[in-house]
């Protein structure tokens, strides 16, 4: 079974000063406050303390021991600043299926005249009218709802 790579984490005196004030001052995300101890309890570097081994920093700071591995990986190999930060999301969540151009439609349909029998707009006369009208394939009545109460939009 292949070992797996272990890194060092080696502060500068400008990091470890950085690091120590955002431990103690300001009002700063309780986990980055918990990375900053952490790298300052790894720091093996020639400004480093004593050597503690992981174990004894997860125990120290409230983490897990793979935790830990995983911010000395992000430190040595991205930065400083990329293992205080979470890593920024490449793509959405998922897939943005009602955007700015069924909302502009929405609101265009929403904003015209009801239809003949009515005196206005209801949610389901609209969503019938989307489908309708081929706008979207299909579409709740709560998603109207929504999108309309998002755009501050009242059928009343």
Partial sequence: MPRRATYRV???LEERAMLKDMTSKGKIAAKKVLYARALLLLDEGEYGMERWKVDAVATAVGLSDRTLEHLKRRF???GLDSALERKE???PPREIRFGGEFEA???KLA???A???RDRWTVRLLRDK???LKIVDTVS????CNTLKKTNLSLT
Wanted: hydrophobic share 35%.
């Fill in 89 to 91: 999301r490449e793509s």
């Fill in 76 to 78: 040595v190999e991205d």
């Fill in 111 to 113: 904003c015209s005249k």
């Fill in 105 to 107: 439609q929405l609101v």
């Fill in 115 to 117: 239809p003949d029998g």
């Fill in 141 to 144: 009545a709560m998603t109207v």
């Fill in 130 to 132: 989307l489908i309708e």
């Fill in 10 to 12: 080696t502060l500068t």
